[in-house]
């Protein structure tokens, strides 16, 4: 690396390169001379935002040095890459974890100390980068932190939004969405300016023949949008690795405006066309697990996926391999359907661009690409109508029909005079209008596909995708379990139960190795430790009953039972079952005499989640939980025995100081509904049990943590279509319990009854589609046990700590090795020193 600075040169170079700094003075020195010089501020006018942005600058600056190191020996080096492609990344906040990363944390606290701040309220300065909606999002994010700290050679790839998913506020019980603006002050980032591609879309494809007399499509016209690269720093945990996730965003090709139509007096349309051009990358889609076939989602998804391929593509022809080497150099992995034109993509520039012929091309694609399905519901399932692609990306149309041809013919082979199969296996479906279904152009140029739980990855194998494991045969398919990263969702959340676990268990090494935990088991019997696991516990309920009594001023008793739910709101996750439980648990108290309620186990119910802006069902959801609160929480016969909370505004800042604080949370969705579900993970990880359907990765939690460490209630996935069909074609009764529900709702007891009657109606009139009757009586009866086994204090800790000792297996360094070994084909590439 050094030669390519000439000799003379090098001795200087080499003699002022940067150093960081080390220790508190160095720290305090960088902080202060960022607060004089990059902010411009007085030292005698440093807030604790200008604490924050110079704490975040001395720490990049940290940072940057590494990345630069490891990027420059990535390279040099010449490794195999692994690009994540994600239109979303959930990553939080940025500081906390860099400090921790870098090993710092009580450097910089004390350093910060020293002049004049607290570091917790330095750290809660910071936005959360929202670039996403849920699970999907920031299980990309725990990846990266993962691919990093092992030491992998990796990029993320994605759009640099200008506004995150929603803030959600409640009005009135309302949910109302406000404009998340994040970036007005964002350290975390690094223009590229000089880094950008052209887009183009639109358009027209003529045929028309090259030197050599063969024909070739040409792709012309159109309009053409520029995208710029924004670069952040992945630091590792305790390695110099920092890898880089690349953001794209939108611009008007050629520079600020038209200045042609501005010269010739067009001002405004000059303009127009720039506001057209950042329109792309302007905002996040707020929907999830719901695709709703917008021209714009469709504009973002090419933008994005041409620009990640332009800058692949450039990087690995600098190395002047053969094309053939393609996939020995690169491993793209396809976060869901949404970056699925980047295989029609990297099959267009093989045979348009560089002239490959198809077949060739073809085995570079499929063994370059890897598709991950998050998802069964069909209403996520992507599918873009043939009129809409036909005129947006008409050369991609082409390529598509070529794809679905020969992958067709191919299938005739195999299954010859099969018309039903080739009709149902298509990737074009041949509805009113016609549709291109991604998911079987993901599977068709991928050479792994795999799910994110054992249930789920079983069940796209028989249903969704079955016709193609009879075609490709089962090797194609895989299951890879979605784990999370100890890093955040341990250390960084719960820093005194990480602190407790480390002189357990040997030091700090569980959270580089997290099946270290088991260490923990041993202590299970020892008194002393378990008093200080529940000391811990009670102090992070404390923490959030604080939160709680600030935002929405409601007390809260620390030592009661914390029930959470905290997720998206949708239907299939059943929120509306766990409010409807909480009614029947206030009917119950209210029945009750004084003396025997003096008897009951307080509790809280706590919910957080956004319901998508456009999802009706799901914000009614939300306002029955706030009209029952307002009562429950208002009635001196219950006082502290229930209380019910809706946390504004969930999103990953809050999560961590949610998930450390719960006895037990909810992981209710309908059987087969929850691909995997990760916030189940967080919670046990915490020290919290769960109350969950035998659902997504809820099934290997209970294998791994033992079917007495968790409670388990419901139908199982292979009962639901019968029971939905009998809901229909049979009678179908309503729960008692219930049924006695609804009927309190009817009588107005949480506000006009009028409100809530699609909720009740989803149920009663309308198939319950979601099995919330069939599955409440044992969700009733599961409740009542969890309430029996938290009267025993000891063995309930003890349950928690066996619990966390058998973690090990959730962690996102698992799972990220899996696909390292069965997908990729990478290796870890220690940075040297
Ligand atoms: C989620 C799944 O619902 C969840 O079960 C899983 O744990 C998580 O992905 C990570 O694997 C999904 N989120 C989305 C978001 C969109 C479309 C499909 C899914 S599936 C926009």
Known sequence: ??????????????????????????????????????????????????????????????????????????????????????????????????????????????????????????????????????????????????????????????????????????????????????????????????????????????????????????????????????????????????????LWSSKASGGEFDFQKFNNGDYESSVADQQRAETISAVLYPNDNLERGKELRLKQQYFWVAASLYDIVRRFKKSKRAWSEFPEQVAIQLNDTHPTLAIVELQRILIDVEGLDWDQAWAIVTNTFGYTNHT???????????????????????????????????????????????????????????????????????????????????????????????????????????????????????????????SKCGGNEFLTDLTNLSKLEQFVGDKDFRKEWAEIKYANKVRLAKHIKSTLGVTVNPAALFDIQVKRIHEYKRQQMNIFGVIHRYLTLKKMSPEERKKQLPRVSIFGGKAAPGYWMAKQIIHLINSVGSVVNNDADIGDLLKVIFLEDYNVSKAEIICPASDISEHISTAGTEASGTSNMKFVLNGGLIIGTCDGANIEITREVGENNIFLFGNLSEDVEDLRHAHTYGSHTIDSDLDAVFKEIEKGTFGTPHDFGALVAAVRQHGDYYLVSDDFHSYIETHRLVDEAYRNQDEWVSKCITAVARMGFFSSDRCINEYAESIWNVEPLPIKE
């Open 376 to 502: 069964v519901l069909p209403e996520a399932l992507e599918k873009w109508p043939v009129s809409l692609l036909q005129n947006l990306l008409p050369r991609h149309l082409q390529i598509i029909f070529d794809i679905n041809l020969f992958f067709l013919q191919q299938v005739e082979k195999k299954f010859p005079d099969d018309r039903d199969m080739l009709r149902r296996v298509s990737i074009v479906e041949e509805s009113q209008p016609k549709m291109i279904r991604m998911a079987y152009l993901a599977i068709v140029g991928s050479h792994k596909v795999n799910g994110v739980a054992e249930l789920h990855s079983d069940l796209i194998q028989t249903t969704i995708f079955k016709d193609f494991v009879a075609i490709y045969g089962p090797d194609k398919f895989t299951n890879v379990t979605n784990g999370v990263t100890p890093r955040r969702w341990l250390h960084q959340a719960n820093p005194r139960l990480s602190e407790l676990i480390a």
């Open 1 to 246: 690396i050094k030669a390519s600075i000439p000799e003379p040169q090098r001795a200087a170079w080499e003699k002022y390169a940067v150093k960081s700094f080390e220790g508190q003075e160095g720290f305090e020195r960088e902080v202060v001379r960022h607060v004089e010089t990059t902010l411009a501020r007085s030292l005698f006018n440093c807030d604790e935002k200008a604490a924050y942005a110079a704490t975040s600058l001395a720490f990049r600056d940290r940072l940057i040095t590494d990345w630069n190191k490891t990027q420059q020996q990535h390279t040099y080096r010449d490794a195999k890459r692994v690009y994540y492609l994600s239109l979303e990344f959930l990553m939080g906040r940025a500081l906390d974890n860099a400090m921790l990363n870098v090993g710092l944390k009580d450097t910089a606290k004390a350093g910060l100390a020293d002049l004049g701040f607290r570091i917790e309220d330095i750290i809660t300065q910071e936005n959360d980068a929202a670039l996403g909606n849920g699970g999907l999002g920031r299980l990309a994010a725990c990846f990266l932190d993962s691919l990093a700290s092992l030491d992998y050679p990796a990029w993320g790839y994605g759009l640099r939004y200008r506004y995150g998913i929603f803030k959600q506020e409640i009005i009135d019980g309302y949910q109302v969405e406000v404009p998340d603006y994040w970036l007005d002050f964002n350290p975390w980032e690094f223009p590229r300016h000089d880094v950008t591609v052209d887009i183009q879309f639109y358009g027209n494809v003529q045929k028309s023949a090259d030197a050599n007399g063969k024909t070739i499509s040409v792709w012309d016209g159109g309009e053409v949008v520029q995208a710029v690269a924004y670069d952040v720093p992945i630091p590792g945990y305790a390695t110099p690795t920092t890898n880089n996730l690349r």
